[in-house]
T-cell receptor, first 112, second 113 residues
């Protein structure tokens, strides 16, 4: 019963470094999402994938890229990390319209 | 005006109290509604869906008022373990856009012994 699995759980980067956050779900869900959450703020959508093979920008896409590798996996890439990208990143998935989202337990990313 | 608005709190209540949160939404085309809870430094977890006729799950009752465009969450007999941030989520389905999933910023609840 893994649900949504995110790796890594913690990461510290230097400004300008790149990295990829991984997300996989085993619930056969069609839609997958990446959010960031900053102190005192709600969840903000970065990118989403409504179905395998499609991706779209959310509210705050600048500085990020995504890949929907297959139905299970949806990765988020920071090409050149900036301190403003220090945040907690959550991946989520859902079966389809009208259904609730299920979240992974987050990646805590610090950029120095 | 934000699409989904919640009173951020904090709500500090004694154990055993009844507490209610409201969440207002601006888009009248919204079609599905949820309450999530989020513990400090943890992921949001689904608490309950909100149905048009209202629904109850143990000590928790959710209501939807489409005319006034708000949803509510009532917690009876509060427990220490209910301390968390409660997020409302409003979905406008259709159009194929996942952008229509909108989270409130959350209401912080602390239940005091």
């Amino acid at each position: 019963n893994a649900g949504v699995t995110q790796t890594p759980k913690f990461q510290v980067l230097k400004t300008g470094q790149s990295m990829t956050l991984q997300c996989a779900q085993d619930m056969n869900h069609n839609s997958m999402y990446w959010y960031r959450q900053d102190p005192g703020m709600g969840l903000r959508l970065i990118y989403y994938s409504a179905s395998e093979g499609t991706t779209d920008k959310g509210e705050v896409p600048n500085g990020y890229n995504v890949s929907r590798l297959n139905k299970r996996e949806f990765s988020l890439r920071l090409e050149s990390a900036a301190p403003s990208q220090t945040s907690v990143y959550f991946c989520a998935s859902r079966e389809g319209t009208g259904r609730a989202q299920h979240f992974g337990d987050g990646t805590r990313l610090s950029i120095l | 005006r934000k699409e989904v608005e919640q009173d951020p709190g904090p709500f500090n209540v004694p154990e055993g109290a009844t507490v209610a949160f409201n969440c207002t939404y601006s888009n009248s085309a919204s079609q599905s509604f949820f309450w999530y809870r989020q513990d400090c430094r943890k992921e949001p977890k689904l608490l309950m869906s909100v149905y048009s006729s209202g629904n109850e799950d143990g000590r928790f009752t959710a209501q939807l008022n489409r005319a006034s465009q708000y949803i509510s969450l009532l917690i009876r007999d509060s427990k220490l373990s209910d301390s968390a941030t409660y997020l409302c989520v409003v979905n406008q389905e259709g159009g194929g856009s996942a952008r229509q999933l909108t989270f409130g910023s959350g209401t912080q609840l602390t239940v005091l012994p």
